[in-house]
């Protein structure tokens, strides 16, 4: 079975400069997230879609981050214009859960997406 | 606010040393627990997950978890570590009523010396 795919692995962009990321979740996965992990920290929830809603965006910084879920399938993240803090890696998960809860099915995640901002 | 600790943020063993890996969380209703291990180069995975019953689960690799209720932790276990077993270790609570999101742990880097 194949994993979730993200892509790029890496980026180096300057501070204000925009940057996407791509994931590709597991076939029939219903539930997609994307997380940040900064460096010594644990993975952060930044949104949540089920199918192609969000069902928590709380944790984005909305001013500079936005994602979409095209036909409930693959998803982006944007960061525009990126800051030094946004440093991090971006990590994109999906599960089999169904329910509006997230109940407690197990996340795949992928590779992550490797962000420096100098 | 939901969170998650755990206490040891580097752990350096030899092989064949015994593990424990605290992980407290704060939430008064019920959760699900797991534990995910995230291999040098590697995505993170699944290494065990507690939804009920038993409080002692059993996960891959010879790892366990208990969880007990009173001390709302779900600490890791493996009585004999391998140098493979190299790798950062997040414990991750999800309440188990409404909605609510996934909450990691900060992670534990573990060093297994041959």
């Known amino acids: 079975e194949a994993g979730v795919a993200q892509s790029p692995r890496y980026k180096i962009i300057e501070k204000r400069q925009s940057v996407a990321f791509w994931c590709n979740p597991i076939s029939g996965h219903a539930t997609l997230y994307w997380y940040q992990q900064i460096l010594g920290q644990g993975p952060k929830l930044l949104i949540q879609f089920q199918n192609n809603g969000v069902v928590d965006d709380s944790q984005l910084p909305k001013d500079r981050f936005s994602a979409e879920r095209l036909k409930g399938v693959d998803s982006t993240l944007k960061i525009q214009p990126a800051k030094l803090e946004d440093s991090a890696v971006y990590l994109c998960a999906s599960s089999l859960d169904r329910s509006a809860s997230g109940g407690a099915g197990e996340l795949f995640f992928g590779e992550g997406s490797r962000l420096t901002v100098l | 606010a939901q969170s998650v600790s755990q206490h040891n943020h580097h752990v350096i063993l030899s092989e064949a040393a015994s593990l424990e890996l605290g992980c407290n969380y704060s939430?008064?209703?019920?959760?699900?627990l797991f534990w995910y291990v995230q291999y040098p180069g590697q995505h993170l995975q699944l290494l065990l997950k507690y939804f009920s019953g038993d409080p002692l689960v059993k996960g891959i690799k010879g790892f366990e978890a208990e969880f007990i209720k009173s001390k709302f932790s779900f600490n890791l276990r493996k009585p004999s570590v391998q140098w493979s077993d190299t790798a950062e270790y997040f414990c991750?609570?999800?309440?188990?009523?409404?909605?609510?999101?996934?909450?990691f742990g900060t992670g534990t880097r573990l060093l297994v010396s041959p």
């Open positions: 939430y008064g209703g019920t959760v699900n």
């Open positions: 991750a609570a999800l309440p188990n009523t409404g909605f609510q999101k996934l909450v």
